[in-house]
């Protein structure tokens, strides 16, 4: 699954458009490298998010299409 894509399923950041800008502005990493929007994300992988001042780390535990609110807690844990 793309990136952007992710980000915007499991409610990190409101919207595709939003986090294809941020992956674009160089503020989203995936396993330590800078990413962007088009990146191919799977289980395993350790995302780093800015958002200002704080950075926020997760790793992916799963992965689908669409989720419901209350099951996107699944998708990923803080690390």
């Known amino acids: 699954m793309r990136l952007d894509k992710f980000l915007k ?3 990190i950041i409101k919207r595709r458009t939003v986090a294809n800008e941020a992956c674009d502005a160089g503020r989203v990493k995936v396993n330590d490298k800078q990413a962007k929007a088009s990146t191919d994300v799977k289980v395993g992988d350790i995302v780093e998010v ?4 704080k ?11 669409s989720e419901k609110k209350a099951d996107v807690a699944d998708m990923y ?3």
């Open 9 to 11: 399923v499991s409610r």
């Open 50 to 53: 800015g958002f200002g001042s």
């Open 55 to 65: 950075n926020l780390k997760i790793e992916i535990l799963k992965i689908s299409e």
């Open 77 to 79: 844990k803080e690390v």
